[in-house]
């Protein structure tokens, strides 16, 4: 009986906030759609302008539940510019959660809005949400010799040529890491030697094509790239050994208590744009990030374990930032949930929405 309850509880703490999460899609999305009509004969710059503000909204309700909901800590390592840029925002991958720590560090900059992904190709299924993240100037790529670079390259010119800001969200690993999955890490390096580049061991060999192309073909708009190293505190088991990182149904149970997040800004100047020269950039960078995860994870000296390099300090957020969102998307889903010509068009945004969005995905070029 105690455990059962014990069990039911710590169920309730992921599903509360993913409730709210996915109950309030179809309000946000009927909202933005009376948006994309009314903004049909208006300057493509203006349309942006406001659905990043609605992004914006939504966002910052999602970062009230995987910040101040879960109370996890923020560590900081690096200046975050506090103006506005153009960017792209490379990181490692390890699991479900970390396109949330591209948000994190995009409101306190104030530009969640302007936050867009590069996302692996079988998102676009995602209900609602495939849908809407391509509305927004994400991208969806298929990994190696299906990758499509002229679909790339036209929505990355299309989003350039209306002058959408641009925080664009890369993770050029192409798949998480997971420290279990021995097989995974073995091919990567031995990529990495065939290629001649320095194995890795705590982050996958990096892949460019989509990274380049997006310097390339953006360089004139870009302001910086930001390097970011991500580790979750609390993933090292009792014989010291790594484990994978927390999904996102473990992060909203607070199973995460700390996050330590190196950010290093990178003047798009200093970016090579040869694509060799670019390919060996890149893999820089991560032997940089390498390093420090294998201190982070591996090192014996106090003074680097569990710490990256330099002065870390804890950023909280504010709730003046994310909770006025989920007040306003709460107060626009309840009548919808009130009244049985509400719960009607509920269903229905689901339903219709799902159905639109996957015509649009099998029918776009």
């Known amino acids: ?48 302008k406001v659905d990043d503000r609605l ?18 800590e923020i560590v900081l390592y690096g200046d975050i510019p506090k103006n506005k840029e153009n960017v792209i925002y490379l990181s490692n991958h390890q ?26 190709d079988g998102l676009k299924w995602l209900p609602l949400y495939g849908w809407y993240f391509s509305q927004h100037g994400g991208i969806f790529v298929k ?33 998480r890491y997971n420290p279990e999955l021995k097989n995974v890490i073995a091919a990567s390096q031995k990529f990495a030697e065939r290629e001649g580049l320095t194995p890795l061991k705590h982050t996958l060999t990096p892949r460019v094509k989509a990274s380049h192309m997006a310097v390339d073909i953006m360089n004139d708009s870009l302001d910086a790239v930001y390097d970011v ?3 979750y505190e609390g993933t090292l088991d009792g014989a010291g050994h790594r484990k994978p990182a927390p999904s996102m149904a473990e992060f909203l149970c607070k199973e995460c208590t700390r ?11 200093g970016v090579p744009l040869e694509p060799g020269l670019f390919r060996r950039w890149m893999h820089k960078r991560f032997e940089i990030k390498d390093r420090m995860l294998t201190d982070f994870y591996e090192s014996e000296d106090p003074d680097k374990k569990c710490k990256f390099p330099g002065e ?54």
């Open 1 to 48: 009986m105690l455990l059962s309850l014990v069990v039911h509880t710590h169920s309730l703490r992921y599903w509360f906030p993913a409730t709210i999460m996915l109950g309030t899609a179809p309000a946000y999305v009927l909202s933005w759609g009376v948006w994309r009509l009314l903004s049909t004969l208006l300057p493509a710059r203006l349309y942006h």
């Open 55 to 72: 992004y914006c909204i939504y966002q910052s309700m999602v970062l009230f539940f995987f910040e101040n909901y879960t109370g996890v």
């Open 95 to 120: 699991c479900t959660a970390d396109w949330i720590i591209a948000d994190m560090l995009a409101i306190r900059q104030s530009a969640l809005g302007h936050v867009r992904y590069v996302l692996k």
């Open 143 to 175: 990994r190696s010799a299906k990758f499509n670079e002229k679909a790339m390259r036209r929505k990355l010119v299309s989003q350039t040529r209306c002058g959408a800001p641009m925080y664009l969200v890369i993770f050029p690993e192409g798949t």
């Open 229 to 231: 190293t991500v580790a």
């Open 259 to 269: 996050i330590h997040i190196h950010f290093d800004r990178v003047d798009i100047k």
């Open 312 to 365: 870390g300090r804890i950023s909280p957020l504010n709730l003046s930032k994310s909770l006025p969102s989920a007040l306003i998307l709460g107060g626009l889903t309840l009548p919808m949930l009130l009244t049985e010509n509400g719960r009607k068009l509920y269903v229905r945004t689901w339903v219709y929405g799902t159905l639109l969005g996957w015509l649009w995905v099998n029918i776009s070029p």
